[in-house]
Every structure is written in structure tokens, then in C-alpha cells.
């Protein structure tokens, strides 16, 4: 079992930043990625930004260039940094982790970020 536990959530105006952060209870270090993912009121949850055990990253193509995500093996954290913030990236966000060596994918309760015009 994982526990993920988000944090950095808020209300922010246009342009402005967040830094959401993720805790996990275990060793990200076997985690095979850890993501971002967000879901807005009415619509479907999707992918923000995905890092996987290499670093390698991907970006949902409505953040590239203004969210930046990372991952700190030694503190067992994956965190996203957002900057440039608009309304439409209002949403609750969730951490995921896809750790088969612990038994299969977790998510995080989450956490609303809120972007006022």
C-alpha cells in the first residue's frame, strides 16, 4: 500500500503561480512514474504533466511551458510547479503514482486550485 498526500493547493489570480507537492509513504525511488493529473467541475479527470523513474517527462499540451514537474528521490515527493496560471487550469488536482512493485497504481485525495480572472 502507498499513501499520497497533496499539498499546495489554492486561490491564485491570472498569472500568478502555485507549487503543489506531493508526499508519498514509500520509496518513490521503484515508482515506475508519478503524474498530475487534474479534473474540472463536468468534466473527465485528465493528465497534467507524467515523470518517470529515468526523469523523463511529458506535458499535457494546454501546460507546456508554464508547469514544470519533478521529482526528489530523497524526500519521496513529486512536485509541480505552476506558473503563468489561468482560469481555465482551475481544477482539483490529484498525484498518481504507478508502482507496480507496491501492488498497482495510487492516487492522492487531492487538492483545488482555484485561478480567478
Known amino acids: 500500500q502507498v499513501q499520497l498526500v497533496e499539498s499546495g493547493g489554492g486561490l491564485v489570480q491570472a498569472g500568478g503561480s502555485l507549487r503543489l507537492s506531493c508526499a508519498a509513504s514509500?520509496?518513490?525511488?521503484?515508482?515506475?512514474?508519478m503524474g498530475w493529473y487534474r479534473q474540472a467541475p463536468g468534466k473527465q479527470r485528465e493528465l497534467v504533466a507524467i515523470i518517470g523513474s529515468d526523469g523523463r517527462t511529458n506535458y499535457a499540451d494546454p501546460v507546456k511551458g508554464r508547469f514544470t514537474i519533478s521529482r526528489d528521490n530523497a524526500q519521496n515527493t513529486v512536485n509541480l510547479q505552476m506558473n503563468s496560471l489561468k482560469p481555465e487550469d482551475t481544477a482539483v488536482y490529484y498525484c498518481n503514482a504507478n508502482a507496480p512493485f507496491y501492488g498497482g497504481a495510487y492516487w492522492g485525495q487531492g487538492t483545488q486550485v482555484t485561478v480567478s480572472s
Open positions: 514509500r520509496s518513490i525511488f521503484n515508482f515506475n512514474t
